[in-house]
């Protein structure tokens, strides 16, 4: 069955494309196409509404909830704008929606990340779940922790991770040990819960906070690279405004997709 969404602040592209996740293809028709907690789905967009095709009845939930259908956006861009450059940043960015992905597969595509582009990322993951993932739909779900236990680095030559292998492995042995436990962590508080991320090897402030934000929807979470850094020395060198506490993941989402697609921070004033 189709089911449509009809909601003002959800635009896929936007969605899909902000640098929150690395598996969604778009389609020359506009369509984009991706597998999630198990399923495969094709988005499509018009007339204001959102249409996932072919899913089932009983999954309706579980994609209402990877797209943060029930949070109200339009109230925390209101609470945005009060701010200058963020009610720029909300006016160009504000189709995008905090995807909730699965821990898991959010802390290993975080690892991947590091000192590295998005094509590049992408190809490490579609190889990873090649590898290691289970067949849906002609492609791959993103594999477990389970599925991944006793890797080693040489187990994820393929991949041509680099660097990287080693703290995917490093990953995998903590979550699977429970040292790494993410039903503690989700109800941690957020400095706590990222210094227990960070007792992975190669994962800092940076990739725990996107884990957080991204994998357990901390919106408080903060992930600061170099972009961002840069975007706060410019326009929020004492710190961000009174009106994100509490949501300063969603405004790090909207000023930086804002900056990035606006040419840069000097031609974003």
Known sequence: MDFTITNSNFDIKQTFLCGQCFRWQEREDGRFHGIAHGRYISLSQGDGCVTLHDISEEDIPLWEDYFDISTDYAEMISRLSADKTLAAACKSSGGIRLL?????????????????????????????CESFGTEINGGYSFPTAEQLNGITPDDLAPLRAGFRARYICDAVNKVNSGEVDFSEIAVLPLDEAREKLKLIVGVGDKVADCVLLFGFARRNAFPKDVWVKRLM????????????LGIEGIAQQYLFDYVRNNGGLNNSK
């Open 100 to 128: 909730k992905q699965e821990p898991f597969e959010a802390l290993i595509s975080f690892i991947i990340s590091q000192n590295n582009n998005i094509p590049r990322i992408s190809g490490i993951i579609g190889r990873l």
């Open 233 to 244: 020395a410019e326009f929020y060198p004492d710190g961000l405004p009174e009106c994100t």
